[in-house]
């Protein structure tokens, strides 16, 4: 009996060892496959620094490269403005808030508002929640709307846009929202609103009865313990903050503080969204899988949009959750495959046109190549 025992504990010290080695051995490979991929973006003139996080086999990595305008390379400290991927993070409220039958995907969004808003409807079909969250409202993309994305001054733009937006507060807001004038049914047309973004913002803040950041902080920030990410730039985030540069090269401001930033106003940094992706990646978890619902039924090719997730589907192979986010000197992707329980994230302190794409192309090596 005593052999027996010996045997067994020998047998089982040799598996775990022969385990060990053989998870050792793939951090290892992750590791060199994420740092290669990120000394390759900064082969690119364009990209000045880079910030990685990586979720797989439900082992992190975070890769921080290159300069930033400080002269220091960016570190987990580092804080980006996420931009768009801000929206995700809306639509994951709304999904708070059908998981607790407060509302409906498909609610007249006008039973949620202080006034009746007749001209929020086309031939009496009114927008709904889902149009919101899939940018087929027919709402324009900004409050107020001058007209500043026809032959735009992409040099000046961020500095016309932070004019505009200074201040902004919500009943200019409802006074733009009541000039609005629908030219089509909504759901027909996919027009990208962040006018959108921040009319669903108010009516959960109406829902909820507490603020959007209030919101925020007990929803997700708070139980994720992402206690760095915020919606409000302090003067000691400031000096975290990456300094943005457009692709000329030219210093770029950080948006411009106002009441409403449900489309895009979160400040983070990779450690923080880490913890959100492992949240998004759990898709037996009722919120997300709201949040992760196919709205569009193929209407865009093999593309469905979620609760501001775009969603990809290729035959057999796993869905890809995913989004970006452009801020005026800050550029991020994020993909997920829920499946596999991967993800990936890069940021940079750089926007340009061709930007996006090339964090797509480097998101997806990342995802072939790790093991």
């Known amino acids: ?20 080695k053989k998870n050792d051995s793939t951090i290892q490979n992750n590791n060199t496959i994420i740092n290669s991929i990120s000394d390759s973006l900064l082969l690119d003139k364009e990209i000045k620094a880079v910030s990685i996080g990586v979720i797989k086999n439900g082992k992190t990595y975070q890769f921080h490269k ?19 991927l801000t929206k995700t993070f809306t639509g994951t409220l709304l999904a708070q808030a059908i998981l607790d039958e407060k509302l409906d995907i498909d609610d007249d969004i006008r039973d949620y508002l202080p006034d009746s808003f007749p001209n929020l409807a086309f031939n009496e079909a009114p927008i709904m929640f889902r149009h919101l969250v899939t940018h087929t409202s027919g709402l324009p993309r900004m409050f107020p709307d001058k007209g500043l994305f026809k032959n735009p ?3 000046n733009l961020p500095e016309k846009i932070n004019k505009l937006q200074e201040g902004f507060k919500k009943h200019q807001f409802l006074e733009e929202l009541g000039k ?18 921040n009319l669903l ?11 959007y950041e209030e919101l925020l902080s007990q929803y997700i920030l708070d139980p994720l313990e992402m206690n760095k990410t915020k919606i409000t730039i302090s003067e000691t985030d400031s000096k975290l903050l990456a300094i943005g540069l457009n692709h000329k090269g030219f210093e770029m401001p950080p948006r ?7 489309e895009g106003g979160i400040i983070s940094n990779v450690s923080d969204m880490l913890k959100y992706m492992e949240l998004q990646l759990n898709e037996e978890n009722p919120l997300v899988k709201i949040s992760h619902q196919e709205l569009l039924n193929g209407k865009y090719g093999d593309f469905e949009n979620g609760l501001f997730w775009q969603i990809f589907k290729n035959g057999e192979n796993p869905k890809v959750v995913f989004q970006n986010g452009g801020a005026y000197g800050t550029s991020s992707w994020l993909t997920l495959i829920p499946e596999s329980k991967t993800g990936v994230l890069i940021i940079t302190n750089v926007s340009s046109p061709q930007i996006h794409q090339k964090l ?11 093991k």
């Open 360 to 370: 797509s192309i480097a998101v997806d090596k990342i995802i072939e190549q790790l």
């Open 66 to 84: 290159g300069q930033l305008l400080t002269g220091k390379a960016p570190d987990e400290n580092t804080l980006y403005e996420i931009a768009s």
């Open 153 to 155: 001054d992409w040099d």
């Open 1 to 20: 009996m005593k052999l027996e025992h010996l045997l067994i504990s020998f047998f089982s010290f040799f598996v775990l060892t022969a385990c060990q």
């Open 256 to 262: 411009a503080e106002k009441e409403m930033k449900a």
């Open 180 to 197: 609005v004038e629908l030219d089509t049914i909504p759901g027909h047309k996919f027009n990208y609103s962040n006018a959108g973004a």
């Open 201 to 211: 913002g108010y009516c959960l803040e109406n829902v909820f009865d507490k603020s």
